[in-house]
């Protein structure tokens, strides 16, 4: 259980409840109270309360905290896994980039998080509506909880861009005849610079630190515009396609990169593990509990279709496998470099014995991060060997559910072990109290030296790249390799690289720094690179895995997911659907 200071949730449901329209432009947040009679200030702080509870209001079919289907599926990092391919088939399709029919009826997974992330601008602007009423004087926080409003309702918008590109901006003090009138087809740099806005206001309006954890700061806006302004600077022309990178749009990535006051996990490990949420390396998380008087608690089950199947300690449904690709990504050469242009040509751990466990092969060597992020047959899973003393916690070849179709290695980080206090399982499925964090510290290094290398301050970035591989270096102090630790060997970038060799260090730093944790399809995309690199991993993979032999991505059309139809339909065809859908 959580024993920090945290947004209570509990006091929202007398304010507001869930709406059961069938249409985000219809929802607002429902309840006995409307904005005229709710205006005081210990009612404006129950409905700030309630838009912090909307951004993690989220479910395994309709993700607003996790991008394990949208960013790690959709990669060349995971497979969907499960029982076979027809198991949530949406899943499948979007694996499979076949998805091309916009009002495609078993697409229920991206309309769900579009109306999901509108639902939580509702409450975002519900609560402005009623905030801009009290007068200043009565209301002493009233700045504050504005601009922590504000930057909730970027948060918001940032992610439904990176999903859907086109994507209607909506602010308070609308009604529903105005939110109507409002396109979705906006110049992509105004959009960008519409968001910013909001952004932009926290970080005039907020404290460095708040004294609640969970609460928005102006660290947190700093880094949110750092990653904003970053995706800005790769313009992209109507079909998806990189065509500018935006020189002075860099230096804004690396000056509110400098504003960001933090430091990095002393092991790589603790950014995963209950116990260490809200902390140093954290910059913005969506914040849960257990144990908080409510009926099943504040916990998480957006990953609860992931755990380990076969173990009779987890539960169910064997989602989000590693792909042989992201396994082969952590193979070091005798520097310790990362095999940047050769690392997939061969296999890692690919013979199972009758164990049901597989060993490295002689003189491969292995960056640790991938016992953090990968559960191998014969390997500890979670840090553990045991757990309550009986059962077994190496993992194994039968945690996997459709081994024959998916293969064998697990997903790590977003699991804990079946005895945290931080675990919970309704039925078979398996939810906890960790927080998931948006942005953490080494994501901002490495928004910064992605931004230095590109403006030609090589010698800079890849000093800070070193700086993440050397606290991957040290992360080797869990129980993570079986007794085998000679096999890690993390190696520094040395001094010298040409920009274009460094630009592919950062490249492959992000990918393994993040490996499954939902950023490598965006990452993709800004680059665009999106098409070389997933249709390459395609040309290899589908040799591996005979479900991806018709795979294929699509440039131009699936950088990007669907507008969903019903939402067209709803605006009389104001809204305009993407490229190729």
Not at 51 to 60: C, E, K, R, T
Not at 410 to 419: A, I, Y
Not at 516 to 523: A, V
Not at 557 to 579: A, C, K, S, V
């Amino acid at each position: 259980m959580k024993n920090i200071k945290i947004i209570t949730i509990g006091i929202l449901v007398t304010f507001l409840v869930a709406a059961c329209s069938e249409d985000f432009l219809e929802y607002e947040p429902e309840g006995v109270l409307s904005n005229e009679n709710v205006a005081t200030a210990e009612n404006a702080e129950a409905l700030v309360v309630a838009a912090y509870a909307g951004i993690a209001n989220d479910d395994m079919v309709g993700p607003l905290t996790s991008m394990w289907v949208y960013g790690s599926v959709r990669s060349d990092d995971a497979y969907k896994g499960g029982g076979g391919r027809g198991d949530v088939d949406i899943i499948d399709r979007y694996e499979q980039y076949n998805l091309t029919i916009a009002d495609d009826p078993s697409d229920f997974m991206g309309p769900r998080t579009w109306t999901n992330y509108y639902k939580a601008i509702s409450r975002a602007n519900f609560a402005l509506d009623v905030i801009n009423s009290i007068p200043d004087a009565e209301y002493p926080d009233k700045a504050l909880r504005q601009a922590e409003l504000r930057f909730l309702r970027a948060h918001s918008h940032f992610i439904l861009k990176t999903l859907f590109k086109k994507i209607p901006y909506i602010t308070e003090g609308l009604s529903q005849e105005e939110i109507l009138q409002i396109s979705n087809d906006v110049d992509n740099d105004d959009l960008w610079n519409t968001i910013a806005e909001d952004f932009l206001f926290a970080y005039d309006n907020l404290p460095q630190a708040q004294d609640q954890v969970g609460r928005a700061d102006r660290n947190a806006a700093a880094a949110y515009l750092a990653k904003l302004r970053l995706y800005q600077a790769y313009e992209q022309s109507p079909t998806h396609q990189v065509t500018n990178i935006n020189a002075a749009r860099l230096q804004e990535v690396i000056d509110y990169a400098n504003e960001v006051t933090s430091s990095l996990e002393p092991d790589y490990g603790n950014n995963f593990l209950d116990g260490f949420d809200n902390g140093q390396e954290s910059i913005w998380a969506a914040q849960f509990s257990i144990n908080d008087g409510t009926i099943v608690s504040r916990v998480s089950f957006v990953t609860g279709l992931n755990s380990p199947h076969g173990t009779g300690l987890y539960g169910c449904c064997g989602f989000h496998l590693a792909s042989h690709n992201m396994v082969n990504a952590f193979k070091t050469d005798a520097s310790g470099l990362p095999l940047l242009d050769t690392f997939n040509n061969t296999n890692i751990y690919d013979v199972v014995d009758d164990n049901g466990e597989t060993a490295l092969a002689p003189g491969i060597t292995l960056d640790p991060r991938i016992d953090h992020t990968v559960g191998i047959p014969g390997r500890p899973f979670k840090y553990r060997n045991t757990v309550n003393t009986t059962g077994d916690m190496i993992y194994n070849f039968a945690w996997a559910r459709d081994p024959g179709v998916y293969g064998y290695f697990g997903n790590m980080k977003e699991q804990q072990s079946p005895d945290c206090s931080c675990y919970v399982k309704e039925g078979p499925f398996v939810g906890t109290s960790k927080n998931i964090d948006f942005i953490r510290y080494a994501d901002v290094l490495l928004f910064k030296a992605e931004a230095m290398i590109q403006l030609g301050q090589v010698s800079a970035g890849v000093d800070i790249i070193n700086q993440i591989r050397a606290r991957a270096a040290a992360s080797t102090q869990r129980q993570i390799d079986a007794g085998a630790s000679n096999v890690y060997n993390v190696g520094m970038y040395p001094s010298g690289m040409s920009q274009p060799d460094a630009f592919k260090a950062l490249m492959f730093e992000r990918r393994l720094e993040f490996g499954m944790e939902g950023q490598r399809f965006f990452d993709l995309v800004r680059w665009g690179m999106a098409e070389q690199v997933l249709n390459g991993y395609l040309e290899v993979e589908r040799t591996r895995k005979d479900f991806l032999s018709n795979a294929q991505f699509t440039a131009g059309r699936d950088e990007y997911y669907p507008i969903p139809q019903r939402e067209i339909d709803f605006t009389g065809g104001l809204y305009l659907q993407n490229p190729g859908y």
